[in-house]
């Protein structure tokens, strides 16, 4: 075999030898499986309830009552 001197012969005798080489193979591994994402079902995705909305919707409320109590005692006098 003639001696290699350069570094277009040493990448073709590394291409020839592809097949052969355990490592050369596990440098192209096959692409991953693409994972499915599960769809929610019935349209748009269900929050879990958090605490801090629930307290913000009752302060709402709490402060729509107080606004209309106001208007109305107001309108009265």
Known sequence: MSELTNLTDRLAHLRERK??????????????????QSKPRGGERKFAPDSFMLFVYGLLGVTLIAQMILIIWLDII
Request: proline share 28%; no cysteine.
């Open 19 to 36: 097949g052969d080489s355990s490592l050369m193979q596990r440098s192209n591994p096959p692409p991953p499986k693409p994972v499915k």
